[in-house]
């Protein structure tokens, strides 16, 4: 019986190859969207999972609590949390910290840049990092030992069998000798603790010991005994806070004017990826917001769901054509199970071919979607047990939705109607209408989706920043005195192409002084010589800019944007004071900027003071060169730089592609959400396809007549399409408000953005229109050029 049943299914799936081909080519791409999401869920859920001690290790996390309620929080501590801890909670059996560094390497007369970790030597025994040579006991022991991952052996080395062998680092001033004591094997690819170059912390400490409870810059994670009772060891972690810390929070209190609270937590280590509230950083990576793996696994359900109700359409379009066989199946002895059965076995025949061809499709589009998703997924990732057996239930799944209800509906069919062709569907059909208005509102939601994230994107790229960066270079020089700077700044200018140099101390920095005596403000500040705002062309409100013809300005002026004005309540800037009553040093005002976005738009503009302090240090360097002479300028800047900083890697980067590059984030989404609204409308369309051969199909005979009467082929055409577009019109009106309430709440994100308005509707309207008339239009077209004289013969 079921080879029989294999039979006809293929036989069917031959006979009816363009309708196969659609089925199928939906389906297709419905399973590998499923497939393409299971990975992607897959690898955000196993992050970190391959510690074997993963259950008992939690990172400790705090919560900053100011006098007026609000509270910030933080996965970072500083270094006396964790031995604090450890040696005040018998629970806490261990304590591990990890810190984010940056290194000068010197191998072979080359200087490289290269991230690295500070970490305590016990980091192998807390964590699963295997070692390919060395000792994991000893690898961090020494102070000027090195761990390198297998990949940094081949680079330096060409080998990883390099331990033993010594490699020069600048550790502070000068490059200095560490000996490779181990290499480790290269971290998986999630994993939140990249391995790369690991360097003991104990060397940290020594150039810079901070045993202030209150500087927060690494990572701490501690080791529970098994079955330990979390909120207790928080309640104990409060109370060694309280006592150890005590006298310096009171001296940060008396002094400082220090008045916020500080609590401490446990995150569960394998939690850390996902958390929006305590995300991974300081030398963590991969930190991942869940709601991309939720939008990504709707849209990969609803095309699934939208591929399946296709089916369900298409099959019921041909079933017309299938009545005469179901009603000679009936009288030779068939009964209503056996025909489900058969109309189930071609759509389970069906959606094996769909998912033979949607592997196909899943190995060929994963780089793309990689990209996208910025992952390195690998097909490999499909073939465990977990995903094999979410495959099957994906595939029972898939052939019972997609032939369960054609089955029920065609199986009804009476012998006698059939055999004498009087078999009709029901005149309404209105779940076949209320799928494809279902399947339309999806499309011109995601439509209006797309166009929305492209608007937005286009709006932060090309947004007035308040400054100019249009051809400017930037290089790092490290931590460079004034006098190195300017020597530098008077070489780069020997040359014509370039015109302005200017530089600032690099990085970003905020720091809090007092105002109108003792109250408290927070602010960016930035180390600037007198060429900075007229570089970028900042423009000046009131006062004026730093000049080298007042001898004051290196040591008691500072310069402050509006929006600091504004939160110092100050009416006439000029002249006020800025105390940094931590250091002693008091400035006053001498000019005002007109407020430009130094951060990325996703962030409001802060109060922001420029300063020219008289020891400060530069660490980047902005260089802005004529339009047309980039490739005489960049020579000139890599010569100069080389001859200047024999010792320092150089590399460059636009400003304005630094910008850009700001929106990495929103550039992505908008290529998602895009990919999914075109295979979501590809699929309608499909959809759509199919009830318009039903129509046609169902009113054969009405067409012929009309014909007959002397209807021209486009008052049909045109009679047969109103029906359609009327339900894509449904469509698109009942997505509206659904995407309007989205788009709003999205859109607030953002402090500056786009304007919902009913342009951007009425196009997402007209476009979803024009598709669905595109694709209605042939089929009403054929049916409309039918001979009329095939259609109204009567057997």
């Not at 970028?536 to 500072?558: C, E, M, W, Y």
Request: net charge positive; proline share 3%.
């Amino acid at each position: 019986m079921f080879k029989n049943y294999l039979k006809v299914a293929i036989r069917n799936l031959v006979k009816n190859k363009v309708y196969s081909f659609i089925n199928i080519a939906g389906l297709s791409v419905g399973v590998a969207c499923c497939m393409l999401i299971f990975l992607y869920a897959k690898d955000e859920i196993s992050y970190d999972q391959f510690h074997k001690n993963k259950e008992n290790i939690y990172r400790v996390t705090a919560d900053f609590v100011k006098p007026n309620a609000d509270i910030s929080h933080s996965g970072s501590t500083g270094m006396m949390p964790g031995p604090s801890f450890k040696n005040g909670i018998p629970d806490i059996q261990d304590f591990s910290r990890i810190q984010a560094a940056f290194f000068n390497v010197k191998h072979k007369g080359e200087i490289f840049e290269q991230d690295a970790l500070w970490a305590d030597e016990n980091l192998f025994k807390v964590f699963s990092f295997p070692l390919i040579h060395g000792d994991p006991k000893t690898a961090l022991k020494d102070l000027h030992s090195v761990v390198l991952s297998e990949e940094l052996a081949e680079k330096y080395f060409g080998r990883t069998d390099v331990v033993g062998q010594v490699i020069q680092l600048k550790a502070e001033k000068t490059f200095e000798p560490f000996v490779v004591t181990a290499v480790a094997k290269n971290s998986p690819q999630n994993s939140s603790i990249q391995l790369k170059m690991i360097l003991p912390l104990m060397l940290r400490q020594s150039i810079e010991n901070d045993n202030h409870w209150i500087n927060f810059f690494l990572n701490t994670f501690v080791v529970l005994k098994p079955g330990s009772d979390i909120r207790r060891i928080e309640e104990q972690m409060a109370k060694v806070y309280n006592t150890d810390a005590a006298a310096q929070m009171k001296m940060m209190a008396d002094e400082y004017g220090f008045k916020e609270k500080i609590y401490y937590h446990l995150q569960p280590f394998t939690q850390m990826h996902l958390s929006t509230e305590y995300p991974a950083d300081n030398g963590l990576t991969g930190s991942s917001n869940p709601v991309y793996s939720y939008i990504l696994s709707g849209i990969a359900a609803f095309i699934l769901i939208i591929a399946s109700i296709n089916f369900i359409n298409l099959s019921i379009a041909r079933s017309l054509k299938r009545a005469r066989e179901i009603g000679i199946r009936k009288v030779v002895g068939s009964n209503r199970k056996q025909i489900i059965s058969q109309f189930l076995g071609e759509s389970f025949t069906l959606s094996f071919f769909s998912f033979l061809l949607a592997s196909l499709l899943t190995f060929l589009i994963l780089p793309f979607f990689n990209t996208l998703a910025d992952k390195e997924l690998s097909f490999n990732y499909l073939m465990d047990s977990t995903l094999i057996l979410g495959y099957f239930a994906l595939f029972l799944i898939t052939g019972l939705m997609a032939g369960f209800y054609p089955a029920l509906i065609l199986s009804r069919f009476k012998p006698v109607d059939t055999l004498y062709g009087k078999t009709r569907l029901k005149s309404g059909n209105f779940l076949s209408k209320g799928l494809v208005v279902f399947q339309f509102t999806l499309s011109t939601f995601l439509i209006i989706a797309t166009i929305t994230i492209y608007s937005q994107f286009s709006y932060l790229v090309n947004y007035d920043l308040g400054y100019n960066k249009d051809n400017i270079v930037s290089v790092n020089t490290g931590r460079i005195p004034a006098e190195q700077f300017n020597y530098f700044k008077t070489e780069l200018l020997n040359n014509a192409a370039i015109k302005q140099v200017s530089a600032n101390q690099g990085g970003q920095w905020g720091t809090v002084a007092h105002i109108n005596g003792e109250e408290e403000i927070n602010f960016d500040l930035k180390y600037v010589d007198e060429d900075y705002l007229p570089l970028f062309r900042i423009p000046l409100k009131t006062g004026r800019n730093f000049s080298k013809h007042f001898s004051t300005d290196t040591t008691q002026a500072v310069m402050v944007n509006e929006s600091f004005v504004k939160a110092a309540g100050w009416k006439t800037p000029i002249n006020e004071v800025v105390d940094f009553y931590y250091n002693d040093k008091k400035y006053q005002v001498i000019g005002v900027f007109k407020d430009y976005h130094f951060d990325a738009l996703t962030e409001k503009i802060r109060p922001q003071l420029f300063t020219m302090g008289s020891s400060y240090k530069y660490g980047q360097v902005f260089i802005k060169i004529l339009p047309g002479t980039k490739a005489d300028a960049l020579a000139h800047l890599e010569k100069t730089f080389r001859k200047t900083y024999p010792n320092q890697p150089y590399s460059y980067r636009f400003e304005d592609e630094e910008n850009l590059a700001r929106y990495d984030s929103e550039a992505k989404w908008k290529q998602i959400i895009a990919f999914g609204a075109i295979l979501t409308v590809f699929i309608s369309c499909i959809g759509l396809f199919g009830l318009t051969t039903l129509a046609a199909e169902k009113r054969a005979k009405e067409i012929g007549i009309r014909k007959v009467l002397g209807a021209s082929v486009r008052s049909i055409a045109q009679r047969l399409s109103f029906d359609f577009i009327k339900l894509v019109c449904i469509a698109a009106v009942a997505s509206l408000p659904i995407a309007w309430w989205a788009m709003n709440k999205w859109l607030q994100n953002y402090p500056y953005r786009i304007e919902l308005n009913t342009e951007l509707f009425i196009y997402a309207f007209l476009l979803v229109l024009l598709i669905a008339l595109f694709t209605v239009i042939f089929q009403s077209l054929k049916a409309a050029k039918a001979n009329p004289v095939k259609n109204l013969r009567t057997e």
